[in-house]
Nanobody
Framework: QVQLVESGGGLVQAGGSLRLSCTASGRTFNTYAIGWFRQTPGKEREFVVWSGINTVYADSVKGRFTISRDNAKNMAYLQMNSLKPEDTAVYYC???????????????????WGHGTQVTVSS
């Protein structure tokens, strides 16, 4: 069982940076692949990045966002640079026991979710 808590969201101007953190409870955090998703009102949850056997970024964030993790601290991070107003969303950290590439962009293939952190990018 893993519990996830996101933090680090906030208000930032376009072109700025934020680093989101995902704090995990449970001693088996390092056995889970990690994904980040985002969601805006009225829209479906959108894939941002997945880190399992390898790492895959959504085209919309490629070259601007970087995922990392520190298993010793039970932490995952999402460094977001060159932010754009269209990056405004609630960002969610998610974990799944499957490390392979299958369905990595599908939210229903993740077993554990945090409650999300709001990121707002002003123009």
């Amino acid at each position: 069982q893993v519990q996830l808590v996101e933090s680090g969201g906030g208000l930032v101007q376009a072109g700025g940076s934020l680093r989101l953190s995902c704090t995990a409870s449970g001693r088996t955090f390092n056995t889970y692949a990690i994904g980040w998703f985002r969601q805006t009102p009225g829209k479906e949850r959108e894939f941002v990045v997945w880190s399992g056997i390898n790492t895959v970024y959504a085209d919309s964030v490629k070259g601007r966002f970087t995922i990392s993790r520190d298993n010793a601290k039970n932490m995952a991070y999402l460094q977001m640079n060159s932010l754009k107003p269209e990056d405004t969303a609630v960002y969610y950290c998610a974990a799944r026991s499957q490390w392979g590439r299958s369905w990595y962009a599908s939210p229903d293939k993740y077993e554990y979710w945090g409650h999300g952190t709001q990121v707002t990018v002003s123009s």
